[in-house]
């Protein structure tokens, strides 16, 4: 039976982030008064920073893939904009029927990035880079140089809506919905932890002992259903968390149960040992660029309901948020390395930074200073880390 | 034009005096050495004394007390984690004074070494197996690296040149010093790296396998430059598996086993034989390096018929020539070549095409011809591969143990493409025992593990993938007499249990004591084929030798 020492001995490393996630989050709640942690902004929170935390999921895969980044992702989210606003606002089309095509452009800017990267084998970094001023341009052009606005409001409710309330009245002030969604899930998670047991049993392998294995759900549970509470106690659930909540759950099983998702780690920790033993690295390549294009064209499509304009500013910096995000989140700059709720954790960290330092008032020269000496302490702190693991 | 004769002029002028002045050095200290010489019947230039070192949890070096006499080859042997390495950073300052206790007196003085510069300067070099050679700058410049021919900041390209040209022949290296460091193979780079220890003054070079990449010609031109610099006055440690060489050229051997000198050897005086070095790097005596099997030959399981393949890059350059070969179920089949002979690239043109263009002939399996496309077809079809190359082609270093025993064969534990981990364990941990793979655990990182242990858990990989033919190139390389043992075993299960077993190896020893049949290979081509009866260190040479003669 493993020990509260030996869990914590093992994932040190793996939930250091977490922990100076709450760290960071209390110290703001404290300076800012104790606005941070407001219902109100927590959502608000949630809905800044819902671009970087899509993008971060794609970018993950690229980094995992072999320490490639893609420098396009703030472009391609510029021009999906612009063209979700030339066929809602310019030409009206249905806006469902539009977010389609603006999901199809996506995937064909990722064939065709991928095609460059994966089978021609030139570097990532200089087709995401061309891919960076290409789309940019494509995107002024499109757009001539100005702003279109407004969207319909089916469409800005992708960004700014939230779920309605099933079980409205009651006489509370508080979202059932927000509170029914967060008991489900912890429900379902409470059901994965015994089957998950029962079958480590099965196998004959050491497991945490009860209470601490009681102690550890407790622990999730509260988490789950504070957030439900504190979501409930403004306007509930928003859609784009819901959005993000199933990215998160799809890319986090994808990269860690599946076989492709294997295939990602393989590719990234050793290549030619990868191909030897079966795995077409091409087509991995391939796939984890067209998914990250695809990615860059949600977020292309939910920073335009947000903003309610296709803007040729878009995206800007959008890329360097996404990388900084992954880097925090403890991904290794060589590939092999990462995970995605790592890099969502990162994202996090840098957005209850950038809120929190907002509320305060701090200049936004000196939001860059703190927000890069943060990415390089994290990076350094990782890298130390590993370093005293070998020695 | 006269601006430029006076350059020249003037240079040759400093060449001469810098050589004359070399010339009066090397005197002095041919003087310095006789009248020692005549003071004192042995004199060690090197003597470390009661030597620890600790490592977290474990003792790396235990009271080691090493002596050895000036001028003399000095070889240090022992397996894998016996301590060698170890003991050579605690000499070259790689393990700053301090961090082990014990004393290193060099030429009669005690060191404090802080650093490596620390070393180099007292004339301590050493040449570590991963060569430290830059391969985008010119063979000049890598000699001089870090040492460079400079007044101030500027560096004197036509002195680093033209003493590099002259370090470069002591060695016997014929090259242009501009090339670049690229463009030459790992023998030369091996030279080069010694210039580059000889730039340094050495006085005691120390080498770690120098010749575990290099093939047999390069390790013969390597071990008799030894030879020479020894005339030159020079000391050299020399760190090696190859017993052979160690007794080719070694004047002393010191025995390693478990952080503690188990003997030291005089050659000239002692009995010393590869099996007492053995019985004393091993502890035991090994009284067969190969173990028994029971042979149980069946069918032709596995043909190659007419197979040719062309350079992947060169155009036009056929690199295996239309090389036959067969295999029976429960046979281990033996391809003796050196490197360089196509060996490696016929396995892996095989293997789904890995390597190579425009590939021709037949791959027949149990009467049925295969086409293999990639690797996955490959692998579908029975086929595995184990890399001569573990660490950059073998294994994933920064996963652990579990992760690359299932790489090849996720399909096997997976339910529509989600991965059963629990499975995964399991079987891990089933190799882990039947293999004896000694870790902590199934979730250490490959990375962390011995030659050995990574070596099994690339086995258990390819076995894992239920393969019926086995392609095993060099599976011993770089690894200790002890593992060694352990990976022959094995192999002789995987051939007891019916399999079909392709043993790559440039070692004859191995060959001779494993194999059922072998064929010898040489520039691409199956110049030889011979039965375990017939196989014999002189048949198998007589077959290169007369190919080389038929080319010619």
């Not at chain 2, 001028?71 to 790689?94: F, R, W």
Request: hydrophobic share 50%; charged share 20%; with cysteine.
């Amino acid at each position: 039976m493993q020990t509260i020492k030996d869990v914590f001995k093992n994932n040190v490393r793996q939930y250091a982030m977490f922990i100076a996630l709450i760290v960071i989050s209390i110290f703001f709640q404290i300076l800012t008064d104790g606005i941070l942690l407001l219902p109100q902004n927590v959502t608000n929170l949630v809905l800044q920073n819902s671009y970087v935390l899509i993008l971060a999921i794609g970018m993950t895969l690229c980094i995992l893939s072999g320490g490639n980044i893609d420098l396009s992702v703030g472009s391609v989210s510029a021009f999906i904009g612009a063209v979700a606003g030339t066929l809602i606002i310019n030409m009206k089309m249905d806006v469902g029927l539009a977010i389609f095509i603006c999901l199809l452009i996506g995937i064909a800017i990722g064939v065709w990035q991928g095609f460059w990267i994966a089978y021609l084998r030139i570097p990532a970094f200089i087709v995401t880079l061309a891919g960076m001023l290409m789309f940019r341009g494509l995107t002024i052009a499109m757009l001539k140089g100005l702003t279109l606005s407004p969207f319909p409001e089916k469409f800005q409710q992708i960004s700014a809506g939230f779920i309605p309330d099933m079980f409205g009245g009651f006489g509370i002030s508080l979202n059932i919905t927000a509170l029914m969604v967060g008991a489900i899930i912890s429900v379902i998670y409470v059901i994965f932890q015994f089957k998950k047991r029962a079958e480590q049993k099965r196998y004959g392998f050491e497991v945490i002992t009860m209470p601490l294995f009681i102690m550890k759900i407790i622990l999730v549970l509260i988490g789950i259903n504070l957030f439900a509470y504190w979501l409930a106690a403004y306007k509930g659930l928003p859609i784009i968390l819901v959005l993000i909540g199933i990215l998160v759950f799809v890319y986090s099983f994808f990269t860690t149960k599946t076989v492709p998702g294997r295939y990602i780690y393989a590719m990234g920790g050793n290549e030619k040992a990868a191909k030897l033993s079966g795995i077409n690295t091409n087509k991995v390549l391939f796939f984890t660029y067209v998914n990250m294009a695809f990615l860059a064209a949600v977020a292309g499509i939910v920073f335009a309901a947000r903003l309610n304009a296709a803007s040729p500013q878009a995206g800007i910096n959008f890329e360097l948020d996404a990388i900084a995000a992954c880097f925090i989140g403890g991904a290794s700059a060589y590939g092999g390395i990462g995970t995605v709720t790592g890099s969502i954790i990162g994202a996090l960290v840098m957005g209850v930074l950038n809120n929190g330092m907002s509320i305060m008032g701090v200049g936004s020269d000196m939001q860059m200073i703190i927000k890069g000496f943060v990415l390089l302490v994290a990076v350094a702190f990782d890298v130390l880390s590993k370093n005293r693991a070998r020695a | 034009m006269s601006v430029y004769l006076q350059a020249g002029q003037a240079l040759a002028v400093r060449l001469v005096n810098i050589m004359s002045y070399r010339f009066l050095l090397l005197g002095d200290h041919i003087n310095y050495i006789m009248i020692l010489g005549v003071d004192r019947a042995v004199e060690y230039i090197l003597e470390m004394r009661n030597i620890t070192k600790l490592f977290p949890g474990v003792k790396a070096l235990d009271n080691v007390n090493l002596k050895v006499r000036k001028g003399e080859i000095h070889a240090l042997v022992g397996e894998n984690g016996a301590g060698k390495s170890t003991l050579m950073n605690v000499l070259s300052g790689v393990y700053p004074y301090g961090t082990y206790s014990g004393s290193i007196f060099f030429e009669g003085k005690e060191c404090i070494f802080k650093g490596i510069k620390d070393s180099e300067r007292t004339g301590i070099v050493i040449i570590h197996q991963e060569l430290a050679l830059v391969p985008s700058l010119s063979i000049g410049e890598n000699i001089f690296l870090g040492n460079e021919r400079a007044k101030r900041w500027l560096i004197n390209w036509n002195q680093t040149h033209m003493q590099a040209a002259e370090l470069m022949k002591r060695v016997g290296l014929r090259e242009n010093p501009a090339t670049l460091v690229k463009d030459i193979g790992v023998g030369k780079q091996q030279l080069v790296e010694i210039a580059k220890a000889l730039a340094k003054n050495v006085k005691l070079l120390i080498l770690d396998e120098p010749t575990a990449a290099l093939n047999e010609e390069d390790s013969e031109n390597l071990l008799n430059l030894l030879l020479e610099l020894k005339k030159d006055g020079i000391t050299c440690i020399l760190i090696s598996h190859k017993l052979n060489e160690v007794l080719k050229v070694a004047d002393s051997i010191t025995i390693l086993r478990d952080g503690r000198v188990v003997e030291t050897l005089d050659k000239h005086k002692d009995d010393v034989s590869e099996d007492r070095i053995i019985k004393g790097m091993v502890g035991r005596e090994l009284t067969n390096r190969f173990p028994e099997r029971t042979r149980k030959i069946g069918e032709v399981i596995f043909e190659v018929r007419n197979w040719n393949v062309y350079h992947p890059l060169i155009e036009g350059r056929k690199v295996i020539k239309d090389v036959s070969i067969k295999v029976r179920k429960g046979e281990i089949v033996g391809i003796y070549g050196l490197m360089g002979s196509g060996r490696t690239e016929f396995a892996m043109s095989v293997f789904g095409k890995s390597y190579g263009k425009h590939i021709s002939g037949q791959i027949i399996k149990n009467g049925r011809e295969l086409v293999l496309n990639s690797v996955r077809q490959a692998i579908e079809n029975g086929l595995a591969y184990v890399t001569e190359d573990r660490k950059s082609a073998g294994l994933i270093l920064i996963d652990d143990i579990k992760r690359n025993i299932s790489l090849a064969s996720l399909n096997n534990i997976s339910k529509n493409l989600v991965v059963d981990e629990n499975r995964e364990i399991y079987v891990a941990e089933e190799y882990r025992r039947k293999l004896n793979i000694k870790c902590s655990s199934v979730l250490q990182k490959t990375g962390n593990l011995s030659g050995g242990n990574q070596q099994k858990v690339l086995l258990s990989k390819w076995i894992f993938a239920n393969p019926d033919i086995l392609i095993l190139d060099e599976p011993t390389r770089g690894i200790d007499v002890g593992a060694k043992y352990e990976i022959y075993k094995i192999i002789n299960n995987l051939a007891e249990e019916g399999k079909a077993v392709i043993l790559i190896s440039s070692e004859l020893p191995e060959i001779l004591g494993m194999c059922d049949r072998v064929y010898v290979m040489n520039e691409g081509m199956i110049v030889g084929e011979l039965d375990r009866e017939e196989a014999s260190q002189e048949s198998i040479m007589k077959c290169i030798i007369q190919s080389i003669k038929e080319v010619v």
